[in-house]
T-cell receptor
Framework: GENVEQHPSTLSVQEGDSAVIKCTYS??????FPWYKQELGKGPQLIID?????GEKKDQRIAVTLNKTAKHFSLHITETQPEDSAVYFC???????????FGSGTRLSIRP | DAGVIQSPRHEVTEMGQEVTLRCKPI?????LFWYRQTMMRGLELLIY????????DSGMPEDRFSAKMPNASFSTLKIQPSEPRDSAVYFC???????????FGPGTRLTVL
């Protein structure tokens, strides 16, 4: 089955700098890669997703890149702000399965 | 829509007791998921339903766990008997389809003493 690995587990960046979180997946049939943000005391919330027919997707300060050959994808947050502090999860869904497998999460802290 | 609704938000119980967690998905969503989140194991999918039918329960840890979805607007996750290692935050999520955005509820924090 699918296995998703996520790095780093914790990340601290200066406000205004960029943050990058990287994930790898094992199932070459995976075709959908969402990213979720979880704030303290809340459930995860989708912030951006990418499908396998696209290499990059942007939404304001957030971008995701996908390298299908290498089976890895990354989340980029530019001009980080205090409200970006949260736990971020990458995930992958195989075209041959119906469930999404989540990575282990990255706790992002933004230093003022 | 109010989003996914879970109850209770917090549950403290003693080992051996039965625990029932409840979820109301977003109206119109065909898929319902139950997840467990712990520091050690992260976010684990326990079971999911499509149109009220359980599709994959391979994540259910053992026979003490059971889940039902008697209708499109209600699901329960039951633990009987509960054990301290069941302490976790349990999330319910729903979506229109498996490849679509999953909307998570606020979670139920379960503590088994």
């Amino acid at each position: 089955g699918e296995n998703v690995e996520q790095h780093p587990s914790t990340l601290s960046v200066q406000e205004g700098d960029s943050a990058v979180i990287k994930c790898t997946y094992s199932d070459s049939a995976s075709n959908y890669f969402p990213w979720y943000k979880q704030e303290l005391g809340k459930g995860p919330q989708l912030i951006i997703d990418i499908r396998s027919n696209v290499g990059e997707k942007k939404d304001q300060r957030i971008a995701v890149t996908l390298n299908k050959t290498a089976k890895h994808f990354s989340l980029h947050i530019t001009e980080t702000q205090p409200e970006d502090s949260a736990v971020y999860f990458c995930a992958a869904r195989s075209s041959s399965a119906s469930k999404i497998i989540f990575g282990s999460g990255t706790r992002l802290s933004i230093r003022p | 829509d109010a989003g996914v609704i879970q109850s209770p938000r917090h549950e403290v119980t003693e080992m051996g007791q039965e625990v029932t967690l409840r979820c109301k998905p977003i109206s119109g969503h065909d898929y319902l998921f139950w997840y467990r989140q712990t520091m050690m194991r992260g976010l684990e999918l326990l079971i999911y339903f499509n149109n009220n039918v359980p599709i994959d329960d391979s994540g259910m840890p053992e026979d003490r766990f059971s889940a039902k979805m008697p209708n499109a607007s209600f699901s329960t996750l039951k633990i009987q008997p509960s054990e301290p290692r069941d302490s976790a935050v349990y999330f319910c999520a729903s979506s229109l389809a498996t490849g679509d955005e999953q909307f998570f509820g606020p979670g139920t924090r379960l503590t088994v003493l």
